[in-house]
């Protein structure tokens, strides 16, 4: 899209601050800048080993080795249903060790039972995978991926969902994470569709932003990140009246959760591309082409508008947040913000200030 000389200076001199006020990048060998540190508990995913080991689509020697002591594909169907799901119910005892209260969720994949761990005496989530083939060779990849990222991770810094355990049960391969709470779409949906507060978005988004740095960095691309995907390590709330209106206010911290088939591996670039159909169609003079006389070309001309049209306020924090979402949705790479540059932006500064109070 085409901008003029002054909007086109002040957009590369923001970036350009952005730019000088992020650390330079750590090399394989250099140790010297863990203290440009936003924080002192690790707040860059640059403060973590850099780990290249190749992560195997198939399950790494040790996991296989494992996956032949835990069991084989049972042929019967005694214990699946006409899909292939796992038929349980209450009380039944998976691995010797987990017993089933409730079901939380059902998808493609297959099920996720809240259980109830003997040994630990904790409740966790297991997902129960379809006994079919290809989503038990898509969970063995999965679960390799997982036993990575403990390990790359393993003092739990960037928010990555934990896998605590893995197990076959009738062929069915089950896998063992921390019970965490509700995701942010349903939150959002529980909360009648009321936005999150401009601190909460912070906090989220910085969560956020280091955590899936931390796994570009280690090599691999999160291919379903989505507010599904998203969970509330507690959803506890507080409960604020303001003209009959119920709010939630307090969300604490968020991860990421790793579903079947979420990542691809990338060595050097990326190993997928998007391919656009018939760009002409859509696209003139490198801008987006609507017709008036179609319905739903109407609807967007309507309803859509200019980004900074959107700000409620003329706060500094909101200006921020919406200077950062006007420099991450850049359809040109080179101008758009990186994820490390973003971790640098000015509308995360309270929690890096905050953060060099506490070191």
């Known amino acids: ?19 000088a006020a992020r650390p330079r990048k750590m090399g394989q060998n250099d140790q010297s800048a ?9 707040t860059s995913p640059a403060s973590k080993p850099h780990k290249t080991q190749t992560i195997n689509q198939e399950l790494t020697e040790s996991t296989a080795a494992a996956a032949q002591q835990r069991g084989h594909r049972a042929v019967s169907g005694d214990h699946n249903d006409e899909e292939g799901h796992l038929v349980y119910h209450e009380g039944l ?15 493609a994949f297959g099920k996720v039972a809240k259980c109830f761990d003997r040994d630990k005496n904790e409740y966790v989530a297991v997902k129960i995978v379809r006994n079919i083939d290809c989503f038990s060779e898509v ?7 997982l036993e990575e990222i403990n390990a790359l991770d393993d003092d739990n810094t960037f928010a990555c969902v934990r896998m605590q355990d893995w197990f076959d049960h009738h062929g069915h391969i089950c896998i063992v994470f921390e019970l965490l709470g509700l995701s942010t779409c349903e939150f959002i949906q529980l909360n009648h569709y009321l936005p999150f507060s401009l601190d909460q978005i912070r906090h989220m988004a910085f969560q956020l932003f280091r955590a899936v740095c931390f796994l570009h960095r280690n090599k691999l691309t ?14 506890d709330f507080d409960l604020e009246y303001n003209e009959n209106t119920v709010r939630m206010l307090k969300v604490t911290i968020c991860v ?17 591309y998007v391919k656009v159909i018939k760009k002409q169609h859509y696209v003139h003079n490198e801008r987006l082409k609507l017709e008036e006389d179609c319905s739903r070309d109407a609807y967007i001309q309507k309803h859509c508008k200019p980004l900074k049209e959107y ?21 040109d790479v ?4 990186t994820l490390e540059e973003a971790l640098w932006h000015p509308f995360f500064s309270p929690i890096r200030a905050k953060k060099k109070q506490r070191s």
């Open 1 to 19: 899209m085409h901008k003029d000389k002054e909007s086109g200076l002040q957009f590369g001199q923001r970036l350009r601050n952005i730019r």
């Open 34 to 42: 863990l203290n440009t540190d936003p924080g002192a508990d690790d």
């Open 93 to 107: 005892l998976l691995n010797g060790r987990y017993e089933v209260v409730s079901t939380l969720g059902k998808g």
């Open 139 to 145: 969970a063995r990849s999965e679960i390799a991926v």
């Open 222 to 235: 999160h291919t379903d990140l989505k507010p599904e995907n998203i969970l509330l390590v507690s959803s």
């Open 256 to 272: 990421i959760h790793v579903d079947s088939g979420s990542f691809l591996q990338y060595f050097g670039h990326i190993v997928f």
């Open 311 to 331: 700000m409620r306020r003329c706060a500094e924090e909101e200006r921020q947040l919406f200077d950062l979402l006007s420099l991450m949705l850049q359809y």
């Open 334 to 337: 080179v101008r758009r913000i």
